[in-house]
């Protein structure tokens, strides 16, 4: 196996607020992959004394552990755990029904031997190649068919879409929403190397439309997450008129993970 992995803040006078990590396990067989996109909330109070960092960094530490450790549950188990036990660490100084309690994207690979397992909440993406070369993206794109409009304000979004029925999900603090998570499986053979990215990465592709999946899983392979990084920070500076990033971010938290099976 061989992997790269490379996060750049957004700000560098911020935190980054994503997580990554790639995990092996003591019996050398399989591995895992877990991205997270923590949610900058607004600055208005958010029912939580704690940052979005602090809220990654122990779900994603859940999340690496017990992708490796216990094999016996699926990703959903996994992700509805790691939320359960990350509650629980702020349960009790928290306001955690806030709709604003630190959340996050989540893209979470497993695989074995036989299979490889995954798990994509939110808008960030995982990226499956397969030994002829084709890419296929797996994206949870409920966040991307919500109308701009409706996404406008905070208020709004948080009363209706966010973690809504017909809205959105993200990882926040009610287990349960490790079900509405984009699953499934390919086998093992199948599978040549993955990419998982947040959204500050998929860019290129999302905003820009610099080219497609497989482009971008080509750019990687070649030339490591660094320049995909560096192509989409030129791409944000140019665009002056704000033709192709709206209302978002100038430069958001970018995160790349490339790993070879």
Excluded at 15 to 32: C, K, N, R, T
Excluded at 47 to 65: D, I, K, Q, Y
Excluded at 104 to 119: G, Q
Aim: aromatic share 6%.
């Amino acid at each position: 196996m061989r992997s790269e992995l490379i996060s750049a803040p957004g700000d560098p006078a911020r935190p980054d607020e994503d997580y990554a990590s790639v995990g092996l396990p003591a019996s050398g067989q399989g591995g895992s992959i877990v991205v997270l996109d923590g949610v900058t909330p607004p600055a208005t109070d958010h029912g939580c004394l704690h940052s979005v960092p602090w809220f990654t960094a122990r779900l994603g530490g859940a999340l690496s552990e017990l992708s490796v450790s216990r094999r016996d549950l699926t990703l959903t188990e996994i992700l509805g755990r790691a939320i359960s036990r990350t509650a629980d660490a702020h349960r009790a100084t928290c306001d955690l029904s806030h709709p604003r309690t630190p959340q996050a994207t989540v893209v979470l690979a497993r695989w074995s031997a036989d299979s490889v397992e995954y798990l994509v909440l939110s808008d960030s993406a995982l990226l499956v190649e397969s030994p002829a070369g084709t890419v296929i993206p797996v994206l949870d794109d409920r966040l991307a068919r919500m109308p701009r409009a409706t996404l406008a304000a905070h208020a709004a979004t948080d009363a209706t879409l966010r973690n809504k029925e017909g809205g959105f999900f993200t990882a926040a603090a009610d287990p349960s929403v490790a079900a509405r998570a984009v699953t499934g499986t390919f086998p093992r053979a199948e599978v040549r190397a993955l990419t998982a990215l947040t959204d500050g990465a998929t860019r290129w592709v999302e905003k820009f439309g610099e080219g497609d999946w497989t482009d971008l899983f080509t750019l990687i392979r070649k030339e490591g997450g660094q320049s995909l990084i560096d192509r989409v920070r030129t791409l944000e500076r140019s665009d002056t008129e704000r033709t192709f990033l709206g209302r978002s971010k100038t430069h958001d938290d970018a995160t790349v993970v490339y790993a070879e099976l």
